[in-house]
Structures are given as C-alpha cells and as structure tokens.
C-alpha cells in the first residue's frame, strides 16, 4: 500500500511488496491503524514488518501495564520533543483511561501528587535514561522494587525503542497525526529525579 504524499518527507512510496500487505493486515486485525509512520516505512518493508513486530512484543508482551507504558512513552516525547510519537500515542493514553489532568501533570510529574509510587520509579528510569549519565542505583533501585529484573529490562527497552523513533520520525519528518492535544515539550530536564519525589 502506497505511503501518502504528506506522510513524511520520503513522498509516495510505489513499492508492491507483500511485506508491506502483511504488515498492514496485521496492524488492522489487532484494531490499529495505519498511520503516518506505517506509510513511511514502506520504502523499506523489510523495516515495517521488523518494527511492526517489535513495537507489538514491546508492548503487549511488557509486563508493565499498558496505561503506565503509554505515560513513559508520552514522558520520552516531552523529553525528546517527540511530536510525532506525542501525536499517535495521547489518543492511545486517553482511550486506556488515563486522566488528562494526570497526562497535564506529567510535564512537573516530580512535583505533582497524581503519581503512585510506581509510576514515580518508571518516569524517574525515564528521566534518567533519557539523560546522557544513564540511570543511578538509587533510580535502579526503586525499578527493582517496583518491578522486578523483568520490568526493568521492558522499562529499559520501552526508553530505547521510543527514544530511538523521536529521532527516526524527526530525521524523515513524518507528519505528525491530527490528534487536537498538542505536546509541551519539557524546557529542562529534571536533574536526577528521585522515584520518592
């Protein structure tokens, strides 16, 4: 399936592959879909059904739950000005039943009483992670406790793969979706949140 002419700044892609079919048919039988950054990877469809396979195990096969995975990944676009990924996953935040005025707070999360103390470990591991100095053992710590050895590698891995796709969507400037919630980006970032506050 052809990518549309404002999807990114690839243009059209004309490739007619069945990778790409594969893919998309996919996407639909889980009830998603196909969205700006699908249509961008089919220039490479080796590349769509790869990320379309890991960002499926990458969240529905986490153990940390899906209103929590959805907050981290809207903190790692505030921190990575993250437009596009913002665009796609507040609709997805939102219809998980998370409150918007807990999605508002999420900028000043540190300073806000809205968190529980797991979601406090996760968004300090993302804080952190997101950071060049990589997560302390106090932050570490607090994961463990929270989540166990699992959840931190699937915390660890949620960071990597949506830090990764700011970056992606940003490099190919794919077109943010319509989404009437726009993103604040976080002016400066915390410096080493503790998970207690």
């Known amino acids: 399936m052809p990518a549309s002419e404002n999807s990114s700044r690839l243009g059209t892609s004309t490739a007619e592959d069945d990778r790409i079919n594969e893919a998309f048919s996919a996407i639909r039988a889980r009830g998603g879909d196909i969205l700006n950054i699908h249509k961008t990877l089919c220039h490479s469809p080796a590349m769509l059904r790869a990320q379309s396979a890991y960002a499926t195990a990458l969240r529905g096969d986490s153990s940390i739950p899906r209103p ?45 009483d809205l968190f529980l103390t797991d979601e406090r470990a996760a968004l300090a591991f ?32 949620l960071v990597a793969w949506y830090v990764g796709n700011t970056r992606f969507t ?18 400066a970032r915390p410096t080493r949140p503790t998970p207690g506050g």
């Open 170 to 187: 940003k490099a190919l400037r794919i077109t943010p979706e319509t989404t009437g919630v726009e993103m604040e980006s976080v002016d």
């Open 68 to 112: 929590l995975q959805q907050l981290m990944i809207l903190r790692i676009c505030q921190l990575n000005d993250g437009a596009y990924e913002w665009s796609v996953h507040i609709r997805v935040t939102v219809k998980l039943g998370v409150p918007l005025s807990k999605i508002e707070a999420l900028k000043a999360w540190v300073d806000s």
């Open 126 to 157: 993302v804080d952190q992670a997101c950071g060049a100095d990589g997560v302390d053992d106090e932050t570490f710590q607090a994961v463990i406790d929270a989540f166990g050895a699992q959840g931190a590698v699937d915390l660890a891995a």
